[in-house]
Each structure stands twice: as C-alpha cells, then as structure tokens.
T-cell receptor, first 113, second 113 residues
Framework: SAVISQKPSRDICQRGTSLTIQCQVDSQVTMMFWYRQQPGQSLTLIAT?????????ESGFVIDKFPISRPNLTFSTLTVSNMSPEDSSIYLC??????????FGSGTRLTVV | DAKTTQPTSMDCAEGRAANLPCNHSTISGNEYVYWYRQIHSQGPQYIIH???NNETNEMASLIITEDRKSSTLILPHATLRDTAVYYCIVRSRSGGSNYKLTFGKGTLLTVNP
C-alpha cells in the first residue's frame, strides 16, 4: 500500500485566514481524495483530485472555499479559505492502489479561533 | 453506493472474539464490502474487503452471507488496542482505486480489560 505524508499535523488559525494542507504520496496515484471529519462525526468526502484536471467536488463543497491543486501524480494540496470556527475539523487525504485498501494520511487537525 | 447499517456501539472483553455486524441489503452484484477502522485521532486503517466469499487476513475475518445482504467482521482475539470506530463500506468494483469511499457512522467497539 502507499505511504502518505500529510502536513501540517495540526494548526491553530485566526478566522478570516487561509491554511494550505499538503499531501505527499510515495508512489504515483491517479486519484487523491480529500475528506473532512468534524468533531465527533464520520468522514465526509470534500473532493476528488485528478492530476491535470479540475477537482470534482461533492455536494456542499465549493472550489472557492476549498481550492485543490494536483500538480503531479504524487502530490496534492487542499486550501481552507477564509476560515471560520465552523471549519475546525480534521482534514485527511487518501489514495487507493489497485482494487485493495485505500490509505489515509494521519490528518491535519485544524482549530479556527 | 448501497447504504450500510451498523450498531452505534458494542463492547467486547479482552481476549474474546469481537463480532461486528453490518447490513447492506441494497448491495448490488458489482459492489465490494470493505471494513476500515479509525483509532482515536488517527486516519482510517484498512482491515479487509470481500465480494461474496469469506475472507481472512492477519487482522480479521470477513463473513458475507450467501445473499450478500449482510456481513460480519470478526476480530478473533480482541485487545485493548482494537478499541476504535469500525466502518463497513460498500464500494463499486468499477473504477478500481479511483472510486471514492463513502463513510457512514460506524460502530464504536470498546474492548474492556
């Protein structure tokens, strides 16, 4: 399975600012997935990032709020823009390899004050 | 994706088998059953998956009923480290590793000493 490095592991940010989260994979993958996990909740898919094209966003998530970059097959970033306290969550990236298990990063714990 | 139903929580004594049920009555013929778990403050971890045959690996066994409408994840000798939220997810075979996972609420398994 792939190994994912996600940075930062946690951050405390002021409302109105933006944070960019990085996800680095040790092998090439076609799709990368970004999830949000609000406190005490399950994971919700934000978007799917394909190299060389626009990300595909799930209902309730928009590009202006969560812009995603996918410059190559091993790297992606998610930006949380114009943050409010409601954005306080854990953000996770994920990749799949073949038909087997998907690997998740360790997550970025974001607190907006 | 077919939806899944899991109990909200379960308890298990350390050293005993933990049997976690999942209903997926609307599963279609081309959908896999995946199990993941999330230990507190970590990213989800792949456990096992199957299509219609029972599966076993070093972590667990997966028993899928003949009609495929339900399954059971078995941890044969639960330890305190197995305390986690366990997610049962149904995912289409098409698209391979490019296909997104949709998480439900999962089952909080608490292993007691």
């Amino acid at each position: 399975s792939a190994v994912i490095s996600q940075k930062p592991s946690r951050d405390i940010c002021q409302r109105g600012t933006s944070l960019t989260i990085q996800c680095q994979v040790d092998s090439q993958v076609t799709m990368m997935f970004w999830y949000r996990q609000q406190p005490g909740q399950s994971l919700t898919l934000i978007a799917t990032a394909n190299q060389g094209s626009e990300a595909t966003y799930e209902s309730g998530f928009v590009i202006d709020k969560f812009p995603i970059s996918r410059p190559n097959l091993t790297f992606s970033t998610l930006t949380v823009s114009n943050m409010s306290p409601e954005d306080s969550s854990i953000y996770l990236c994920s990749v799949g390899k073949g038909d087997y298990g998907y690997t998740f990063g360790s997550g970025t714990r974001l607190t907006v004050v | 994706d077919a939806k899944t139903t899991q109990p909200t929580s379960m308890d298990c004594a350390e050293g005993r088998a933990a049997n976690l049920p999942c209903n997926h009555s609307t599963i279609s013929g081309n959908e896999y059953v995946y199990w993941y778990r999330q230990i507190h403050s970590q990213g989800p971890q792949y456990i096992i998956h199957g299509l219609k045959n029972n599966e076993t690996n070093e972590m667990a066994s997966l028993i899928i009923t003949e009609d495929r409408k339900s399954s059971t994840l078995i941890l044969p000798h639960a330890t305190l480290r197995d305390t986690a939220v366990y997610y049962c997810i149904v995912r289409s075979r098409s698209g391979g590793s490019n296909y997104k996972l949709t998480f439900g609420k999962g089952t909080l398994l608490t292993v007691n000493p």
